[in-house]
Structures are given as C-alpha cells and as structure tokens.
C-alpha cells in the first residue's frame, strides 16, 4: 500500500489525482487488477467523474454547497458539520480496474480527491490488488 500526502489550496476543492494514482501503480509494475483510493478523512471524499470541462467539478461543489450549505442548525461544536455531510454524500474510497498497467477510466473520467473543509495536507491511500510485472 502507498501512502501519499496531498496539499489543498482552498475551503472547498476538486484536486485531480488521476495522474498521481497512475504514477504509484508503475512504480509498482501493476498490471492486471483493481486499484482501491482512499482517504482516511472525514471532510474530504474521492469521486471518479468528467475531468475535460473543470466546470462539471465546479457545478458538483456548487450543488453539493446548496444540498448541504456550511451555516446551518448544526449540532457539532467544530463547525464544519457540512463537510462531514458532504463526506458521506460522496464517499471516502474509489476504485479503477487497471489493465496492462494502465487505469481504465472513460474517455473523459479522472479521479478526484474533494476537499470539503479546506486547505488542509490530505493522506491518500492506494492499494493495487493483482498481477505485477517481473
């Protein structure tokens, strides 16, 4: 399993961790698999969606922004009861088959970490669960 950090730069965020992903499984020669992302954070999720227009990502932080805005009659002291709500809306893990050592996405797919409760140093788990290369 790799560990990696990833740093926000803002409240709320779409960081696209398609190519970082990509990047741990060469240096692990995967092959034929799953790859499982995950981050251990409960204001920040992972989602697998459209990364060719930046305004699809921008329209989901919107829409989950009106869903679940960040003043509301919350009970939780910290004040960041919103981003633990987005959270479970989105989720904390995704997966990606990957095939001759590539991730297979749809043409237009990336992987993003959202970040709900920002800026922060985000850990991102990637376990490859398969066949490697000798």
């Known amino acids: 399993m ?77 004040g960041n009861s919103a981003a633990h709500i987005k959270a479970i809306l989105v989720g904390g893990s995704v997966q990606a088959i990957v095939d001759s050592g590539k991730l297979v996405l749809g043409t237009w797919e990336r992987i993003f970490l959202l970040e709900f409760d920002g800026p922060r140093t985000r850990n991102i788990f990637v376990q490859f669960l398969g066949s490697q290369a000798f």
């Open 2 to 78: 790799e560990i990696s950090q990833i740093r926000t730069a803002a409240h709320s965020c779409a960081v696209d961790i398609t190519e970082h992903v990509a990047a741990r499984l060469r240096e692990k020669s995967a092959q034929k698999g799953i790859c499982l992302i995950y981050t251990p954070h409960t204001t920040a999720g992972l989602t697998i969606n459209e990364g060719a227009d930046p305004n699809v990502m921008d329209d989901v932080l919107r829409t989950l922004d009106t869903i679940v805005p960040w003043r509301g009659a919350y009970k939780h002291t910290e």
